[in-house]
């Protein structure tokens, strides 16, 4: 009986934030059910927050967004890749947070750093943090309080690798959560102990971190690992499980060819990340990329945030965008970066993974801003109960998002296409009951 009333008490608020073209996506678990209003913020009293992202071209909104969350801690951070416009408000935002405990990533080695500055530099926004934490990411998100930084192994175009996997690794909630007085379970500010996220795997230590000199841990997790969230010891039924994609090998490979050529062998990503501090280093960083590549999305890590199995009972959970509001829509969220789905074989392996998931999913997250040239109807059908596709957008000049993406979603009478841009008005949540 306790149990029940405890887990009742347990909800989720999901919310994409209105940063304009970018993205900035925040989610919290809270004690009890929050207020009832449109305020775009995180109310109280949560006890785990995590983000996904945090960037934008129209760097007003953000700013506001960020000042919004100031002095909330988040557990984990998620960041799908490293283009300015997801990333270019990391140093605000955790600078402004009262800690973040751990940050999530996709694997980036020497030649992936090398690949993101030179990338930058092609693209005219190479800024000087990035090439700050290309040269030393423990030291530069230590100083920043992140305690720990998580890389995920990453996926490739080569399905042949014998590296792709089918799905998360599986996490079973506990059906009973910790006998006691009611009372003394939901009261905030009690002694019970706090939350923490628990991976399905272990990790292997890539360096052990010092907190006298502020150095983060840095960890490296198998693909398939899942997060899943506990409380007083007992697994809750929601999860956070991410999906990475890198480039394909050949292209690395060439990548590295032409890395050599200019900077010679055996360099690592501080050595890069030097090189990238000088005119003449930045004219061979983007001779390298313009040599290899046509497109700048070239990592990207999705996220699932929602419950690990289906729930038991009927749904309750309420979504507000603007002027409607919505009930009974599935709790699960998948975030998708710049995630390129138009390549048949990265689609394919992106639905086949979170196929587990696909019945409590309600939100979609577009890839890439809602863009045409990163979009593929399959995405609509994977998710059968799908309520909206969300496109995190703001003023640009790469018609994101498209009409192409727009017509598609509006032929599928149950999706709504939900835009969510600079202004504030704009703003999607969700949330209800972990069950």
């Known amino acids: 009986m306790w149990g029940l009333l405890f887990m009742d008490e347990i909800h989720f608020l999901q919310i994409q934030r209105p940063v304009g073209q970018g993205g900035f996506h925040t989610g919290s678990l809270l004690w009890r059910a929050f207020p009832q209003r449109l305020a775009p913020v995180i109310t109280g009293p949560q006890f785990f927050n995590w983000a996904y992202d945090c960037g934008s071209d129209q760097l007003s909104a953000l700013a506001t967004q960020i000042e919004e969350v100031r002095s909330v801690r988040f557990d984990v951070l998620f960041l799908s890749h490293l283009d300015s416009d997801h990333v270019v408000g990391l140093d605000q935002l955790l600078l402004t947070a009262s800690g973040v405990d751990q940050l999530v990533l996709p694997y980036l080695g020497d030649d ?29 998100f230590g100083a920043r309080g992140v305690g720990r930084v998580v890389y995920i192994e990453a996926g490739d175009d080569n399905e042949d690798s014998g590296e792709a996997i089918d799905g998360p690794d599986r996490v079973d909630p506990d059906s009973h959560m910790p006998e006691g007085d009611d009372e003394d379970l939901t009261r905030v500010g009690d002694d019970r102990l706090p939350p923490e996220t628990k991976w399905s795997r272990p990790p292997r230590a890539i360096h052990q971190g010092d907190r006298s000199s502020g150095r983060a841990q840095v960890d490296l997790l198998g693909r398939g690992a899942v997060a899943a969230v506990r409380v007083n010891g007992k697994t809750l039924n929601w999860v956070l499980s991410p999906f990475a994609f890198k480039p394909p090998a050949q292209k690395m490979l060439l990548f590295k060819q032409q890395l050599e050529h200019h900077f010679g062998a055996g360099r690592t990503a501080k050595d890069y990340a030097e090189a990238a501090r000088s005119a003449v280093g930045r004219r061979s960083l983007r001779a390298c990329y313009d040599a290899v590549w046509r497109t700048h999305n070239l990592h990207s890590m999705a996220l699932y945030a929602g419950p690990a199995t289906v729930p038991s009972g009927k749904l309750r959970n309420t979504a507000w965008h603007g002027r409607f509001v919505r009930r009974m829509v599935q709790p699960g969220w998948v975030s998708t970066g710049d995630f390129d789905a138009s390549v048949q074989v990265r689609r394919d392996a992106l639905l086949r993974y979170y196929s587990t998931y696909a019945p409590m999913v309600g939100q979609l997250g577009l890839p890439h801003h809602g863009s045409d040239l990163s979009f593929n109807s399959a995405l609509l059908h994977a998710f059968p109960d799908l309520s909206c596709a969300i496109a995190a957008v703001g003023v640009n000049s790469h018609g994101h998002p498209g009409l192409g993406v727009q017509t598609a979603v509006a032929a599928w009478p149950s999706i709504e296409f939900v835009r969510v841009d600079e202004f504030a008005s704009s703003v999607y949540r969700i949330g209800g009951p972990v069950l």
């Open 112 to 140: 992936d750093w090398a690949l993101h500055l030179s990338a930058a530099v092609s693209d005219g926004r190479l800024f000087g943090s990035l090439v700050d934490l290309a040269a030393d990411p423990a030291g530069w």
